[in-house]
Nanobody, 116 residues
């Protein structure tokens, strides 16, 4: 059973950058489409970005142009580079399969706080 393990979150000032990482514990992501999601204080979990095995990507409008999703298939890793961070990006970030109908069990997530 694959379990995503997220890392790289932290406290950053508005306008700053962070890179999140997602590793697969207990297996491999293989050729599955992967994505990042985030859950804010309202407890709503929103889609952020997806990436195919081939590297093709898609983004939520709220992060387009600021965030970049990538993956290293050889290392079995998925990444999210976040630039020009805004307070509204504050959330716990998770990676999982896309779409969620095929989801793995949820990992612990990694918390991102954007605040001055």
């Amino acid at each position: 059973q694959v379990q995503p393990v997220e890392s790289g979150g932290g406290l950053v000032q508005p306008g700053g950058s962070l890179t999140l990482s997602c590793a697969a514990s207990g297996g491999f992501f293989g050729d599955n489409t992967m994505a990042w999601y985030r859950q804010n204080a309202t407890r709503q979990r929103d889609f952020v970005a997806w990436i195919l095995f081939t590297g093709r990507t898609g983004y939520a409008d709220s992060v387009k142009g600021r965030f970049t999703i990538s993956r290293d298939n050889a290392k079995n890793m998925v990444y999210l580079r976040m630039n020009s961070l805004k307070p509204e990006d504050t959330a716990v970030y998770y990676c999982n399969r896309f779409p969620l109908i095929y989801s793995y069990s949820w990992g612990q997530g990694t918390r991102v706080t954007v605040s001055s």
